[in-house]
């Protein structure tokens, strides 16, 4: 017998951050996934959102309008998700165009980094790769070294250059979590965790808890189950909601990860009610 629980992948990209599907794309992939529902949550904006929903009306599956935001605390990037987040907010959206464009600026100065090792790489070619639209991110200069021939894959580009710690890496435009997670609170979104194990250092999910975090991505293409087991025991240690989603960037990380990672439709529906309990309590 066929299992008739409904699904839902939290974590999705677009052509709007780093991912190489169309908000269009996404949702047609999704169908194809019978997945019920999507979360679409792009690094630093929400302009695939719109597109997403528009698409998605009359279809039998639901968007979540999410973003994924760039925590810089510790000395040690780090990404919160913003679920159910009042996305047609000016103010917000005018916040996210400013770290955008801080983005650019970030990739001009890793470019010239990777000058220092007879890697040359113009930025308007990463511009192009990105489509000029949304937020620019490491993976699109990745993306433009493999099709230069400086790297032979995604991972190479990471690995040596550009990854966290690594001799072209530039520390990211970003907010410390209280100022994160304030900005997701205002806009009247929940504030979860990402991949926390990519962190490396649980002590964070603590101290993010004290600033009103809400919830942990314990499903994730990048943990483990035995992974996933301990943070779910954080989260309800902790009593906080527990999510999870594939981080799926469309063709972006070499495949497509939609669905690998799905979580029970009930996850979105204790999201939806965590979003409007403060949106009654906080008016």
């Known amino acids: 017998m066929k299992d008739k629980t409904r699904y839902a992948d939290l974590h999705v990209h677009t052509i709007f951050s780093d991912g190489t599907f169309t908000p269009q794309e996404a949702v047609d ?26 698409y998605a009306a009359g279809l039998d599956i639901e968007i979540v309008p999410g973003v994924e935001i760039t925590v810089l605390e510790g000395g040690k990037e780090m990404h ?27 990739l001009e100065k890793m470019i010239e980094k990777l000058k220092n090792f007879n890697i040359k790489v113009n930025i308007d070619t990463v511009m192009d790769i990105s489509g000029h639209v949304g937020s620019v991110g490491r ?28 001799p072209c890496y530039v520390e990211d435009i970003g907010f410390n979590a209280k100022e994160a997670i ?44 035995s992974v996933s087991r301990k943070y779910e025991r954080l989260a309800r240690e902790n009593n906080l909601l527990i999510t999870g989603g594939s981080d799926c960037h469309g063709m972006g990380k070499g495949s497509v990860l939609m669905g690998n990672i799905k979580v029970p439709y009930s996850i979105v529906e204790a999201l939806k009610e965590e979003a409007l309990s403060r949106r009654k309590r906080e008016g």
């Not at 919160?80 to 970030?106: A, C, M, N, P």
């Not at 806009?187 to 002590?203: F, M, Q, R, S, T």
């Open 182 to 225: 304030g900005l997701i609170r205002k806009a009247k979104g929940v504030p979860v965790l990402a991949h926390p194990a990519v962190i490396g250092n649980d002590e964070f999910v603590h101290e993010f808890i004290k600033h009103g975090l809400r919830g942990i991505e314990v499903f994730h293409s990048d943990h483990s189950l």
């Open 80 to 106: 919160l998700l913003g679920y159910f987040i009042s996305w047609h907010e000016q103010w917000f959206r005018d916040i996210l165009k400013t770290v955008q464009t801080e983005r650019v600026k970030r």
């Open 29 to 54: 992939c999704a169908i194809s996934k019978e997945l019920a529902c999507i979360a679409i949550c792009d690094h630093d904006s929400i302009d695939g959102i719109e597109p997403s929903v528009e």
């Open 139 to 166: 993976l699109h200069l990745a993306r433009t070294m493999v099709k230069e021939g400086a790297v032979s894959s995604i991972s190479e580009a990471f690995n040596r250059y550009i990854g966290d710690s690594k």
